[in-house]
């Protein structure tokens, strides 16, 4: 109800000015002049005419052309005439508008000359000059405000692109996020059955273990099940359709991150990694780790290049593995295409894990936080 409300309300504001200045300027004087019938007359086609405005959009010349000619007989629907005449300039660009504009000025100045009883040439002069006018001005006011839409709509299409544009990209990178997690767990979940198999054939076939032998044979493949298990339920949430095979080599982990913050300070960058980290997390956590730290490094190489990077990581088994990448934002940062899909990459990855990550300026720097859980739920 409250909807159609307001999508009568710009109607009304259009109706009831044409109606009032239609009645006051054309109708009240032919009941002061006695003429009851030809005001009857002329109220019925207001009436009419402006209920026929509905259909302005749909046929627009069809509407313009039958209420110019009703004109004739009811030059009082001039008004009316006038506001089809608008629409019709807004919403067409073709010789049609400069044909029924000749239309509304023959027949306006016809209906004025009809309803004259006795009219001079000035009479019609005024007449064809008054709605040459009105007809140029209407005309050249419609095709404005049909540019303008025209212009507004291509603004609007072209804004939804480039939003649909950003949310495809941001699911392929959440995509692509999972199913770089799932080769890495193919591969770790790999190697841990490959070792269950090798120690549980060995106390198959090897009577000749001693007791030690057997008891840490059993413990390495209890410990490599446990870790298989938790590496399986990540895998059952995460795990995507791939292109690609596996990768051949081990996925890094935060032991391999002192190498990658070397690599950075050989190339120039200024990087400080502060380790404060109370034990060795799961490998899984230990590579979501690293590869946030890895790509926000990146991107503080790539959007603000020569400035320091501080690394805090921090945690333990009772409070999880929490990690902090700051650096100050540069005065002129760099922009590239694609920019921001990998920190989409990296929000997808730490959510998949059941951590949460904030990244954005605060006090001046740029400041990636995560937090993973020690263990996977």
């Not at 273990?209 to 990540?234: K, N």
Request: with cysteine; glycine share 8%.
């Amino acid at each position: 109800m409250e909807r159609t409300k307001r999508a009568w309300l710009p109607e009304a504001a259009r109706i009831v000015p044409i109606a009032f200045f239609t009645v006051v300027g054309q109708l009240l004087p032919l009941g002061l002049e006695g003429r009851y019938w030809a005001l009857a007359a002329n109220a019925v086609a207001l009436v009419l005419g402006l209920v026929a405005m509905r259909w302005r959009r749909r046929h627009p010349v069809t509407l313009t052309v039958a209420l110019s000619v009703l004109m004739l007989p009811f030059p009082s629907l001039w008004l009316v005439s006038g506001w089809a005449y608008l629409s019709l300039a807004t919403h067409l660009r073709t010789r049609a508008t400069v044909l029924v504009g000749l239309l509304v000025v023959v027949c306006f100045t016809l209906g004025t000359v009809v309803e004259s009883e006795l009219p001079t040439p000035s009479d019609v002069a005024g007449a064809v000059v008054l709605s040459g006018i009105s007809v140029v001005a209407l005309g050249a006011l419609g095709s404005y405000l049909g540019s303008r839409r025209r212009e507004e709509a291509a603004i609007q299409a072209r804004l939804e692109l480039a939003e649909r544009q950003q949310r495809l990209e941001r699911e392929n990178a959440k995509a692509e996020e999972r199913n770089r997690i799932a080769r890495e767990m193919h591969d770790v979940l790999a190697h841990k059955i490959t070792l269950i198999s090798l120690h549980a054939g060995a106390l198959a076939y090897r009577d000749d273990l001693a007791p030690d032998e057997v008891r840490q044979a059993g413990e390495t493949i209890r410990a490599s099940a446990h870790d298989a298990l938790a590496e399986l339920r990540m895998i059952l949430g995460q795990l995507r359709q791939t292109d690609g095979g596996a990768p051949a080599k081990p996925q890094p982990t935060l032991a391999d991150l002192p190498a990658l913050v070397e690599g950075h300070r050989e190339a120039g960058h200024q990087v400080v990694l502060d380790d404060r980290l109370e034990a060795e997390p799961l490998q899984t956590v230990s590579r979501h780790a690293y590869r946030i730290a890895q790509e926000a490094l990146t991107n503080a190489a790539r959007h603000a290049p020569g400035t320091p990077v501080e690394i805090v990581i921090a945690g333990g088994p009772e409070m999880g593995l929490s990690l902090r990448i700051s650096n100050p934002l540069s005065l002129v940062a760099a922009t590239s295409p694609g920019a921001g899909l990998g920190l989409v990459g990296l929000e997808e990855r730490v959510d998949l894990a059941g951590g949460h990550m904030t990244a954005g300026e605060v006090d001046g720097h740029f400041v990636v936080d995560a937090w993973l859980a020690w263990a996977p739920a």
